[in-house]
């Protein structure tokens, strides 16, 4: 995008990739422990932990079980065991450090400051119409985001895995900014309807209804998969199920956080309007 690495090096976005996703654990633990913190969690321990260990245990775990695919095929590609060493003393060694130190940070600040205190006793969520519940929401706030992307979604699997060179990266970028308003905007459409029908469970719902969109980009791939590619290989077909796998659950975490953070931003503002005497 600004001209710093070239398409053609794909090794050099890659890694930039890795160290940017590592030296970010420090900004990870602090939002993670001020969100929770101000939804009033009670074992932080888990929480740093699950934020340093969860996505990227993931992550390794199923590129661990593809590179020893790869290494029974004895293909050229196997990433060899020095680097995979290497990943890990970047994950145990810089990530998970610098993610308890956000943690700390985040814990030892005080709290988010709310608008308007909440009721101790939970109020009865009156029936809800069919087109209110959780599954339907859901389902219809992922269809928004995944079509913000659909386009440049195939540009950018025919890149990977049918050797085709991506220049358009400017263009990604305009792209994601048109994601990340898309995302916005639906999950706070979502939850002001979710509020108005007197239902104020509306975090999970905001994280999930633009995370499903990351459910519509691994149905995509098993559609790419059937329509465009030739791959009749076991070991094949797992490196791509395994690697859109990946991919998905990244969108889903990326999507759905920026539906949770946009709701609360906007029930923060909605709240902080009312007058109390």
């Known amino acids: 995008l600004l001209g710093v690495l070239s398409p053609v090096h794909r090794g050099a976005l890659l890694q930039s990739c890795l160290l940017l996703f590592t030296f970010m654990g420090f900004f990870a633990g602090y939002v993670a422990s001020r969100l929770y913190k101000t939804f009033h969690g009670a074992d932080w321990k888990q929480m740093t932990l699950l934020t340093a260990f969860l996505y990227p245990?993931?992550?390794?775990?199923?590129?661990?079980?593809l590179n020893l695919l790869i290494w029974g095929q004895r293909s050229s590609g196997a990433v060899p065991f020095t680097t995979m060493f290497a990943m890990?003393?970047?994950?145990?060694?810089?990530?998970?450090?610098?993610?308890?130190?956000?943690?700390?940070?985040?814990?030892?600040?005080a709290n988010i400051e709310l608008p308007v205190r909440t009721n101790?006793?939970?109020?009865q969520i009156p029936v809800q119409s069919w087109f209110m519940k959780p599954a339907f929401t859901i389902m219809v706030g992922g269809v928004l985001p995944f079509g913000a992307v659909f386009t440049e979604l195939f540009f950018i699997m025919?890149?990977?895995?049918?050797?085709?060179?991506?220049?358009?990266f400017g263009f990604l970028a305009l792209v994601l900014v048109i994601l990340l308003i898309t995302c916005a905007e639906i999950a706070m459409a979502l939850t002001y309807f979710q509020l108005t029908a007197e239902d104020y469970n509306w975090w999970w719902r905001s994280f999930l209804s633009c995370?499903?969109?990351?459910?519509?980009?691994?149905?995509?791939?098993?559609?790419?998969?059937?329509?465009?590619?030739?791959?009749?290989?076991?070991?094949?077909?797992?490196?791509?199920?395994g690697y859109m796998l990946i991919m998905s659950i990244l969108f889903f975490l990326l999507t759905?956080?920026?539906g949770l953070l946009s709701s609360f931003s906007f029930v923060w503002a909605i709240y902080s309007s009312i007058k109390i005497d």
Not at 57 to 65: P, Q, R
Not at 158 to 168: C, N, R, V
């Open 158 to 168: 025919s890149s990977i895995w049918q050797h085709q060179f991506y220049y358009l």
């Open 57 to 65: 245990g993931i992550f390794f775990g199923i590129f661990f079980i």
């Open 256 to 258: 759905g956080s920026i």
């Open 88 to 109: 890990l003393c970047l994950w145990f060694g810089v990530s998970v450090p610098l993610v308890c130190l956000g943690a700390f940070f985040g814990f030892r600040k």
């Open 120 to 123: 101790q006793i939970p109020r």
């Open 211 to 241: 995370a499903s969109s990351g459910f519509y980009v691994f149905g995509y791939a098993i559609l790419y998969f059937s329509s465009r590619l030739q791959i009749e290989k076991p070991v094949s077909t797992m490196l791509y199920f």
